[in-house]
């Protein structure tokens, strides 16, 4: 399946963003979410980006006060999903501008928009930031 969750979360834990592509219960979300959060906040910027939890592979970046977490299975490529981070933030700061906290917590609607341009049931399916965009500036247009 490739990608099972996208977390973004800010240098407090807290949630800002979670798009998952398997069924968890919220209960199951919450504690996983927590464990990871907790396990990856903890870890210095000396360290790999690249975090085994339970049955997953956790790839995660920090972008200013924003960390970037992506669950995915063992056999998948870590360095591609560093890649695939990074083009999400790209893109966001393509649209917002110098992306911030504000900007995913008060468009919340539009960043998991964007994201979901870019992965379709846990595989990512579009990796140009032009095509991304369109539907969400069309979106603008219409509003």
């Known amino acids: 399946m490739g990608i099972r969750f996208v977390l973004m979360v800010n240098k407090q834990g807290q949630t800002r963003l979670a798009q998952y592509y398997e069924y968890l219960t919220l209960e199951e979300r919450r504690a996983l979410e927590g464990e990871i959060v907790r396990k990856c906040l903890a870890r210095n910027e000396h360290k790999c980006s690249f975090v085994e939890h339970r049955n997953y592979k956790i790839v995660y970046r920090r972008y200013a006060s924003l960390f970037f977490l992506v669950g995915v ?71």
């Open 73 to 143: 299975d063992d056999g998948e490529n870590e360095l591609a999903i560093l890649e695939f981070i990074h083009l999400l933030v790209e893109t966001m700061d393509r649209h917002f501008g110098n992306v911030c906290e504000l900007d995913i917590m008060f468009h919340l609607e539009k960043v998991h928009f964007m994201l979901e341009e870019m992965v379709v049931n846990g595989c990512i399916v579009e990796t140009s930031k032009a095509n991304i965009l369109t539907p969400v500036q069309l979106l603008d247009k219409t509003s």
